[in-house]
T-cell receptor
């Protein structure tokens, strides 16, 4: 089966650091993605991990442990505009031109002043 | 702006009707993906096309069908509409040749009354 778990909601303070966790149990794995989605808008790509370890991109970092089926997204120096839903997604294995993504329910992050 | 376009932006129709949603991928992209996002189900993969051929299928209902045309635009056809089909429908694209990031369009909000 396919199961991706994320907390439903989180609240953090402007300027702080927040970590959003994602655990997955999927029949096959070919990479894990984090997307940001503001209400009513399209998801936008944040990060991609296929090997274990930490990927850093500006204020955002993402970590993957394939053996534990675990990832987290770390957001530093939080800004009000970071209030959004954060979606964890696993890419199913297949040929290089098959890229089905299985999404978690998303974590709604509220940043408070 | 991701470069993916979707029309119409909003669609209101009655139960039992049929609608067609249109997607134009980014210039040069061969793969098109369709997703459905409803409040209770999150973002669900429906179907993927690569260069005109179906590549992967998700939990797409038999009442739904899609195709990708020679100019690479895609259409998602929804028939015998039910209230539960009300959702945001996103199209995403990428080159499909080993690339991983999917670029999402702005979505079509379908309301079935």
């Amino acid at each position: 089966g396919q199961n991706i778990d994320q907390p439903t909601e989180m609240t953090a303070t402007e300027g702080a650091i927040v970590q959003i966790n994602c655990t997955y149990q999927t029949s096959g794995f070919n990479g894990l993605f984090w997307y940001q989605q503001h209400a009513g808008e399209a998801p936008t790509f944040l990060s991609y991990n296929v090997l274990d370890g930490l990927e850093e991109k500006g204020r955002f970092s993402s970590f993957l442990s394939r053996s534990k089926g675990y990832s987290y997204l770390l957001l530093k120096e939080l800004q009000m505009k970071d209030s959004a839903s954060y979606l964890c997604a696993v890419r199913s294995p297949g040929s290089s031109n098959t890229g089905k993504l299985i999404f978690g329910q998303g974590t709604t992050l509220q940043v408070k002043p | 702006d991701s470069g993916v376009t979707q029309t119409p932006k909003h669609l209101i129709t009655a139960t039992g009707q049929r609608v067609t949603l249109r997607c134009s991928p980014r210039s040069g992209d061969l793969s098109v993906y369709w997703y459905q996002q409803s409040l209770d189900q999150g973002l669900q993969f429906l179907i993927q096309y690569y260069n005109g051929e179906e590549r992967a299928k998700g939990n797409i209902l038999e009442r739904f069908s899609a195709q990708q045309f020679p100019d690479l635009h895609s259409e998602l056809n929804l028939s015998s509409l039910e209230l539960g089909d009300s959702a945001l429908y996103f199209c995403a694209s990428n080159s499909g040749r080993g690339s991983y990031e999917q670029y999402f369009g702005p979505g079509t909000r379908l309301t079935v009354t």
